[in-house]
């Protein structure tokens, strides 16, 4: 299982697992991440920085600490 | 009164119609069951007149961000008439979870999809009749920025409004929210059958933008360029309006005030003059950099930028418990602390929030700047005189990290730093001058009282008793002086510049005026005497001291009505006199040490 930090930049994925309590669950699934939804990630800020992902129509910024807990698979 | 809520998720554009809605009539005010600030206006309705309140923006209903918890709480305490529901059309497919959420409590609804424009762009199309009979609530396509569709969407707020129905029960709400629902389906469905969206978008303008502007390398330069622009602006623009200002109200004070108070006796004039007139003068000196700070904020923020400055500054920030958004009014702080302070408000998280007011005040401001100048021309030579400076600007950065790295337990934030990169968007105008209004008349309010007793105090500390000459050392401001001699000379501070301190309490402004009327001197014999009575260690400690205490009145009254908390208020004063103290005391002992 890989976790979204890994995914490298541009690579089509899509989320297998959220593993997260039970407000970052909350905030997750709000904006978008579920399990199912196809995702990719756009940039990396430089110094272990935030990523940006693109969700359907949305682009969100978030730390590689909540990255983590999003597990996908690539197809 | 009827009483209609705004709901929608964070960049949906729902202040902006709020905005477009009430005019320059919105106050903000307290709400029963939560403890934030809310803006509302009072609006006509078809000869109703109803309270339009701006809720804050949120993801889901049944989230625990703060944010999320003002809205239920507000819901669970307040009984409202209708509920005008804000999407953004291009996110439709996400947003409806909060529609259905809405449905649920059986609150009467208005569904505005607002920047339809942007949905257009981005080749959805939403069937607005069919959805609004599937939501059985009416639905309106608008564009809050331009007003499109705007009279549609209060012709059917107007026609809920007047069928009169009775308002909602706060406590069945309550009960409601805490059932849990099958909402993701239904949304599924709905999107499948009323929404179609392209599988893929076009490769957008957005895009291209954020190529450049958060490029790995580029995108801190050009991040610093643009902040170091923006000040430039704000200061380069706001410096000949509040020489305007003061001269017109120095003009007051000469041609009508004086005058008039020619043969009162002296405390009254004094009292009414220096005292309750400066401290209006202190006020209004704050109001054209307050104005364009927000003015160029409100760009900043609408245009999308904030967020990706958050982007580029989050992985040095987090190591301090803030987060990037906070850098960008820490680095305001370097013009005015006070509207710095009030921009914190875009951050959601109040331990964040707090530990950022905490910061701020450290920063040099450019008042703290012409203290520094004076006391550097009086005691340093042209080549010594950028490497102090450079110093003092060094020793703010430090000082500002220390206390985040200290304080960063204290206020821990619980939120996740998740953040939505909204598409690059043009504020417009009316939006924008709006905003600069609204801050201003806040400042105002919250202000104005505290700076003006503050003034007065320092005034009579520094007038009696009447038979020494003021601002000297047999004034209670000399008493206090000499009060805390023991405590002052061991970092070269004497009785006469403390008293120039207490002046400083009130305004940086002012503390080379205060020495002029201390040491009875003006240019460059006031010069003269300041570089005879003391040397250039004592004046580095008095710089130090001076760069880490309170900045200034307003500063305190901003951090007093923005954290409403009076300990948190003191906290900040006492901590940023200690720490003043123990870095004057580190250098003065220490260079005295090293035989300086």
């Known amino acids: 299982m890989q976790s979204l930090t890994q995914l490298a930049i541009g690579q089509p994925a899509t989320i297998s697992a959220i593993e997260a309590d039970e407000s970052l669950f909350h905030r997750l699934s709000a904006l978008g991440f579920r399990v199912g939804k196809p995702l990719s990630i756009i940039r990396r800020a430089n110094f272990n920085g935030p990523l940006q992902v693109r969700l359907g129509t949305t682009d969100i910024i978030l730390r590689t600490a909540e990255a983590a807990r999003i597990h996908i698979s690539t197809s | 009164m009827k009483r209609i809520a705004l709901l929608g998720m964070p960049n949906t554009g729902k202040s902006t119609l709020f905005n477009r809605i009430s005019g320059a009539s919105a106050r903000v005010g307290n709400w029963p069951g939560i403890t934030v600030d809310l803006a509302s206006a009072k609006i006509l309705l078809g000869g109703h007149i109803a309270q339009l309140i701006d809720l804050p923006g949120i993801y889901d209903l049944h989230g625990f961000s703060e944010d999320e918890q003002v809205v239920r709480h507000f819901l ?5 008439d209708l509920v005008v529901i804000v999407l953004n059309s291009a996110q439709i497919d996400r947003q409806l979870s909060l529609v259905l959420q809405i449905k649920k409590l059986n609150l009467p609804a208005v569904l505005a999809l607002n920047m339809s424009d942007e949905a257009k762009h981005a080749g959805i199309t939403i069937d607005t009749e069919s959805l609004t009979t599937a939501l059985n609530m009416p639905v309106v396509a608008i564009s809050a920025k331009y007003g499109d569709g705007l009279p549609k969407a209060l012709q059917a707020a107007t026609q809920i409004i007047s069928q009169n129905k009775t308002a909602t029960n706060p406590q069945e709400i309550a009960q409601l929210l805490q059932e849990d629902s099958q909402i ?11 929404v179609q969206i392209p599988a893929t978008l076009s490769d957008s303008t957005t895009d291209k933008i954020d190529r450049v502007l958060l490029h790995k390398w580029l995108g801190l330069p050009l991040f610093f360029a643009a902040m170091f622009l923006l000040f430039q602006f704000i200061f380069t623009a706001g410096k000949p309006l509040q020489d305007g200002l003061a001269w017109l109200l120095e003009m ?23 005292g309750i007139y400066n401290g209006v003068t202190t006020v209004a000196a704050f109001v054209p950099i307050i104005i364009l700070f927000f003015i160029v904020m409100a760009m900043v923020e609408d245009s999308g930028y904030l967020s990706r400055a958050a982007f580029l500054m989050d992985a040095l920030m987090a190591k301090m418990g803030l987060d990037g958004r906070g850098f960008v009014m820490m680095l305001m702080g370097f013009g005015c602390n006070v ?6 408000r875009i951050m959601r998280s109040r331990p964040m929030r707090l530990l950022t007011m905490l910061v701020i005040p450290l920063s040099l401001c450019s008042a703290r700047l012409q203290v520094f100048i004076f006391m550097i021309t009086a005691l340093f030579t042209a080549q010594q005189a950028p490497i102090v400076l450079f110093a003092l600007y060094v020793m703010s950065f430090a000082t500002m990290f220390l206390t985040a790295i200290l304080f960063q337990g204290q206020y821990k934030n619980a939120e996740p730093f998740l953040l939505e990169l909204p598409p690059y968007r043009f504020p417009t105008a009316r939006q924008i001058l ?6 201003v008349r806040h400042f105002l309010n919250r202000a104005t009282k505290f700076i003006i007793i503050g003034v007065v105090l320092v005034w009579a500390l520094t007038h009696f008793p009447t038979d020494v000459p003021p601002a000297s050392t047999g004034t209670y401001a000399g008493q206090i002086g000499a009060f805390f001699a023991p405590v002052l000379a061991p970092i070269g501070i004497d009785n006469q510049f403390a008293i120039a301190l207490i002046f400083g309490f009130v305004a940086k402004e002012i503390v080379v005026g205060s020495l002029a009327v201390i040491f009875g001197l003006q240019g460059d014999a006031l010069t003269a005497q300041v570089a005879m009575q003391i040397d250039w260690v004592q004046a580095m400690s008095f710089m130090l001291f001076t760069l880490i205490y309170t900045p200034c009145l307003s500063t305190v009254a901003t951090l007093k009505s923005e954290s409403k908390s009076t300990a948190y208020m003191w906290l900040s004063i006492v901590w940023s006199l200690a720490l003043a103290w123990v870095v004057s005391f580190i250098f003065y002992q220490g260079a005295r040490a090293l035989g300086y």
Do not use: C, K
């Not at chain 2, 993701?184 to 009323?194: F, K, P, Q, S, Y």
């Not at chain 2, 709006?434 to 801050?439: D, F, K, P």
């Open chain 2, 339 to 344: 509207p710095a302070l009030m921009g914190t």
């Open chain 2, 252 to 274: 007051v004070r000469s041609s009508a005030l004086e005058p008039l108070f020619a043969n009162a006796p002296a405390w009254l004039s004094g009292l009414m003059l220096d």
């Open chain 2, 434 to 439: 709006l905003r600069g209004w609204q801050e």
């Open chain 2, 184 to 194: 993701e389906r239904e949304m599924e469905t709905l999107v499948a059958r009323h």
């Open chain 2, 76 to 80: 669970e305490n307040n009984a409202i």
